[in-house]
């Protein structure tokens, strides 16, 4: 699946291969892509449009910081539980 940000004027953001959305509020939207964990903060967010069939998120609002994150692997979760 193909993936693709598109950014105009730090205020309509489209986002294609989005797989699972976590949470969405006016402030933070987390969600999975094809491309890795995504995270979009900002302020007055809000989802214009959801197309699940196209895999595609719209969100309007003021965007501070678009952030990929990586995945984190079971065992790396346990190890750092133990060792906390």
């Known amino acids: 699946m193909e993936h693709s940000i598109s950014l ?6 489209v986002i294609s291969g989005v797989e699972h959305i976590y949470s969405f ?3 933070k939207v987390e969600l999975l ?5 995504l ?9 214009n449009k959801l197309n699940l069939e196209e895999s595609i998120i719209s969100v309007e609002g003021t965007v501070n910081s678009i952030n990929y ?3 984190k692997k079971p065992e790396e979760k346990f190890w750092k539980k133990i060792f906390k």
Not at 8 to 13: V, Y
Not at 33 to 37: D, E, I, L
């Open 69 to 71: 994150s990586k995945e």
């Open 8 to 13: 105009k004027d730090r205020s309509s953001l």
């Open 25 to 27: 509020n006016d402030k």
């Open 39 to 47: 995270t979009i903060e900002g302020e007055s967010l809000d989802m």
């Open 33 to 37: 892509t094809s491309g890795g964990r």
